[in-house]
């Protein structure tokens, strides 16, 4: 298990998938974090928030690493299946369990990695954009969680995508899907049926990363909910990769 294990880790570093997503995903949050400390600035003066508050929503901008460590957990799958290299990899591994694992594994260990770069940049952010308009951070408590949510959810959206992957096989789909469910389809089912929305994937990991609205769930149970989602995904799509062609 250890050689699958070691092969798929280098695999994860072949492309340009490995260092060009997570890119993508701090320059947006760059943007987003640049945005709120421009807006705190007029709202600072006018005494609508606190620096507290713009604290916590500087660092709570960088959970938009999750979406992209979900995509790259699901590229780490379906580009085999693209490539048909997925045929090899399967004799290589012995077996399909062992293959499907040591995605699984690989993936996970990525999301870690995105993780901290989020954890990092985002606990970095306050003091780098504030300064720029006069103010100093003011980290509390709460914004210690939040940072937390942030690292928590992003290592989590990794095997959500492989697993996905899993079930999806082909490339543009399992992007598409990541991409539709996260940016739509969630939060306009929380608009919409709130007590049935707020137990969709992205919702209940927006409740770890404390995205402060009313109708999310409490932590625990967002985390639950999460190891619900991951646990379905895990058994359709171990299910379909054992007993269907590969092709």
């Known amino acids: 298990m250890r050689n699958v294990i070691a092969a798929e880790w280098r695999k994860a570093w072949t492309g340009s998938a490995w260092w060009l997503l997570p890119l993508c995903g701090v320059f947006l949050s760059v943007l987003a974090s640049s945005g709120y400390a421009a807006q705190a600035e007029e709202q600072l003066a006018a005494r609508q928030t606190d620096l507290v508050a713009v604290t916590d929503e500087m660092v709570r901008s960088w959970f938009m690493l999750l979406l992209f460590s979900a995509l790259f957990g699901a590229v780490l799958v379906t580009r085999e299946f693209g490539s048909g290299a997925i045929h090899r990899s399967v004799l290589l591994g012995g077996t399909r369990d062992r293959l499907f694992a040591a995605k699984l594994i690989v993936g996970t260990a990525m999301g870690v990695l995105y993780a901290a770069l989020a954890a990092g940049l985002a606990a970095a952010g306050p003091y780098v954009f504030l300064p720029g308009i006069g103010e100093a951070p003011e980290w509390s408590g709460d914004t210690t969680l939040t940072l937390l949510g942030v690292f928590t959810v992003t290592v989590l959206g990794a095997p959500w995508g ?9 490339q543009v789909a399992a992007v598409g899907t990541l991409l539709v469910l996260t940016l739509l389809v969630d939060e306009s089912l929380l608009r919409l049926v709130p007590d049935a929305g707020r137990f969709t994937m992205t919702i209940a990991m927006s409740s770890v990363y404390r995205d ?7 932590v625990p149970v967002a985390l639950l909910v999460i190891g619900g989602w991951l646990a379905l995904a895990g058994f359709v799509g171990r299910r379909l990769f054992t007993r269907r062609d590969l092709n």
């Open 212 to 218: 402060g609205k009313s109708e999310l769930l409490s």
């Open 162 to 170: 492989v697993l996905l992957g899993w079930v999806l096989r082909h």
